[in-house]
């Protein structure tokens, strides 16, 4: 995909180092009500707010030091959504992990970080290919929704997966019951249900096989 692509819905751009904070921001207006979120970083202690803006900073972070794609939908110079994913082979390997753990140990704490890895390592133990790329955030701002900045998003990832053949598809996490029907019908499947201490989400997969005509054109 081209770093940049012009749409009627807005500008959809590569984040830049500039955009992190922002794009944080909004990521955490998004997450702060996800019940897998409000498990894992333990919403009734005290500070919860704290935990998952470090939990989604840290994240960004490694995400922007390793390459990973991430793209935002901008109208003028406001940020309105984003999408993170990481390319296959890149998910939670290696010495990127070991710094991410460092610092999630330092700012989320060790439960919080015990259970993202046990997260991470029970969605690769259920997909079914070893070649993939995971989508970790997508969200647009509460203010900009029902604006078709979803399907944006979601056409960016499947033109990331277009760009990368040695990847099978792009599997997902939905942790809402409205996250599994907009990706439902989207083309994403149910692959199995996952669960992390009293956390469940529902694991899906898009398939290369199932990119349609208009998200390759």
Known sequence: MTAKTEALQGRL?????????VAGSLLYQAYEDDPAFRIIFQAHKDGYEQ???AAIREELDAFWHSGQPMFGVFEDKTLEGVVCLTRPGEHFEG???????LKMLLTAGLVSTRQLLEKERLIAQAMPVENYHMLTFIAVHPRYQQRGLGDLLIRAVASELR???ESEGIAVLATRPEYERFLGTRGYQNIARVQVGEMSGQLMFFSRHSLPEEYTS
């Open 51 to 53: 935990r998952l803006r």
């Open 13 to 21: 751009v590569y984040l830049a180092s500039e955009d992190l904070r």
């Open 95 to 101: 010495e990127r992990v070991w710094h991410w753990r």
């Open 163 to 165: 760009e990368h053949p």
